[in-house]
Nanobody, 114 residues
């Protein structure tokens, strides 16, 4: 599976961004997917996950109620809608398969200013 993230940028606190992750590979539609982030100087952490058919989603407590993960299997794409952004959301965001990690993509940088 190859993963290409996009949609990051610089936004003021309270703003919104929508990230996209284009995945290649025949198994995409059968795999749960997740969004991860790595803040500057910190470890990578998972912030959201979605089941193979989109029926089940889970979120880290730090983003619950503000972020929404979704997927379009016809387009092999996973999305992360991020609302009410905070400076502490600043990080490089990655997508991957939580249960069977593939090679990491380059990620997309999200910078939130106060």
């Amino acid at each position: 599976v190859q993963l290409v993230e996009s949609g990051g940028g610089l936004v003021k606190a309270g703003g919104s961004l929508r990230l996209s992750c284009a995945a290649s590979g025949r198994t995409f539609n059968a795999d749960p997917m997740g969004w991860f982030r790595q803040p500057p100087g910190k470890e990578r952490e998972i912030v959201a996950a979605i089941s193979w058919n989109g029926g089940i989603t889970n979120y880290a407590s730090s983003v619950k109620g503000r972020f929404t993960i979704s997927r379009d299997n016809a387009k092999n794409t996973v999305y992360l809608q991020m609302n009410s952004l905070k400076p502490e959301d600043t990080a490089v965001y990655y997508c991957n398969r939580p249960l069977n990690l593939a090679t990491w993509g380059k990620g997309t940088l999200v910078s939130v200013s106060s």
